[in-house]
């Protein structure tokens, strides 16, 4: 498993743009299948973005998010522009061993969470 260390959430207005990061440590960073999910209050937990080889994301942030990985610092990143309040939610940064997936069964490692506000 995977030490994972979230950062950066906090309160944006709509439109505004953060940048959360997750700290790793563990399990060989290069190898592994990095994703971001998001919880909002009384809903399940959704696929935001998951990077292995290559980058995959949500329908409802495509375009808007870039999920990036610096293996050198066993980081990844997600960008976070053209907020909207419905993107309020605690983030949370995920690892898998295996190949880039949206399921979050598949992830063996989660973060905290960090908590991302858009006002209106």
């Known amino acids: 498993q995977v030490h994972l260390v979230e950062s950066g959430g906090g309160l944006v207005q709509a439109g505004g743009s953060l940048r959360l990061s997750c700290a790793a440590s563990?399990?060989?960073?290069?190898?592994?299948?990095m994703a971001w999910f998001r919880q909002a209050p009384g809903k399940e937990r959704e696929f935001v973005a998951a990077?292995?080889?290559?980058?995959y994301y949500a329908d409802s942030v495509k375009g808007r998010f870039i999920i990036s990985r610096d293996n050198a610092k066993n980081t990844v990143y997600l960008q976070m522009n053209s907020l909207k309040p419905e993107d309020t939610a605690v983030y949370y940064c995920?690892?898998?061993?295996?190949?880039?997936?949206?399921?979050?069964?598949?992830?063996?490692?989660w973060g905290q969470g960090t908590q991302v506000t858009v006002s209106s």
């Open positions: 990077i292995s080889s290559r980058t």
């Open positions: 995920a690892s898998a061993a295996g190949l880039a997936t949206s399921k979050s069964y598949e992830y063996d490692s």
């Open positions: 563990g399990r060989t960073f290069i190898r592994s299948t």
